[in-house]
């Protein structure tokens, strides 16, 4: 890692109307590390990726790539970011070859360094023997290698990721999670990828999480898991109101809600769990005890859950407010 930024964003806010998808953002890239920006889908993540790779304009705030204004030196952003998208992007009827080969010359690529080039990304992809197969004749894991290979064609230093999971199946996940380590550990390309599945946010070097167009957590996945600390005791009950009023009475403990569960963050859960149990069993249908995940911290930092906002999780310190 250098002491040179490769992505500085500060401050940015960005509106569809009067919806605010991005919020003040700011953080920061090494050169050479693999960022995750993790959350659900309306977090913000995808505006933040077009703007970054020069597709929506920057109505406040700055971002810069290596050096260069992503809102007034738009062209000299695109000559060193390499992007691949959500959606696919290869013509169907051109060979794995024909795609690369038209999407170097956008390029100006041409001639034996272009053929050189494309040769090499195919060898380091695993996509060699399948260069003359047609594009529509590819699986999903396949398809999506040679979506990173069009992104490197042009010796990108930065290259962003947007949900470049999506349809894969979990050993062609981890083919593309080992080379994009490959990569980075070759080339020192630094890499941004938009992801909302939690394992594979855990393969980032770091994360920042979005919610709601707010940047809520900023860290390594173990310093972001270590945020909590202790354990992570769940109790399954019939009445969450009345099972976290009676904890709060006998152990002094505020219990969050979400759902028909409590969720409490504990030092030494199996004694909590123990305690609580022997004392308010009746009222318990299940307990479970588990280390920190990166749901938890986004339940801590957000108040609600990853997957459905539509219950919120309450907070003890806010019990005025009705859920």
Known sequence: MTSSPAVVIAGLRHSYGEREALAGVGFELAEGEVFGLLGPNGGGKTTLFRILAT??????GTATILGHNVATEPDAVRRVIGVTFQSPSLDPKLSVRENLKFHGM???LTGA????????LLSRLGMADRAKDLAETLSGGLKRRVEIAKSLLHGPRVLLLDEPSTGLDPGARHDLWTYLSQLRAESRVTVLVTTHLMEEAERCDRLGILDRGQLVGLGTPAELRGSIGGDVVTLETGD?????AAIREKFGIEPQRFGGALRIERTAGHELIRDVVGALGEQIKSASLGKPTLEDVFIQRTGH???DDSEPVVDPKKKSKKH
Do not use: M, N
């Open 55 to 60: 597709l929506l304009p920057v109505q406040t």
């Open 106 to 108: 956008l390029y100006g």
């Open 113 to 120: 360094a272009l053929a050189s080039r494309i040769d090499e």
């Open 240 to 244: 969450a109101d009345a099972l976290a």
């Open 305 to 307: 859950k990853f997957w």
